[in-house]
């Protein structure tokens, strides 16, 4: 009876640590997700805002050529405050009434996540609408002699 008793005594604290064991099995992996899907939300929203962006510059602009380069230049501002490499298709008539839509995409690096690795990207886009006023009047090139 005493060697019973002995060893149920002598396994106390013995469920905690086990306890203890599985829970940071579980904690780990999850702190390391948290910054993984913090990462591709960041390149989502970079990708949104700047398709947001650069419709309301090309919507704004006096021609189809402005248009485009305003487009361009609204994403080359957004490229230099995310850092991410954004990539911009510019779709639509740029005419009375026209719609225009933008679609901006980026690859996200997951390896600059810490002790993650090489593994690899992840594409991410944006996309935005507007559409041309109606009422705008385009500059028109002069007629050539």
Partial sequence: ????????????????????????????????????????????????QAARDAVRAAVQSPSATAAKSAAEAAVARARTQTGEP???????????????RARVRTDVDLTRIPLFGSIGTVEVSGDAAAPVDRYRSFLRAAPSP
């Fill in 1 to 48: 009876m005493r060697g019973i008793l002995f060893r149920i005594r002598s396994e106390s604290g013995q469920a905690l640590i086990s306890g203890l064991i599985l829970l940071a099995g579980v904690l780990i992996p999850l702190m390391f997700l948290v910054p993984l899907f913090a990462r591709v939300e960041q390149g989502r929203l970079a990708a949104e």
């Fill in 86 to 100: 954004l990539e911009l298709t510019l779709e639509g008539e740029f005419g009375r009434g026209g719609v225009l």
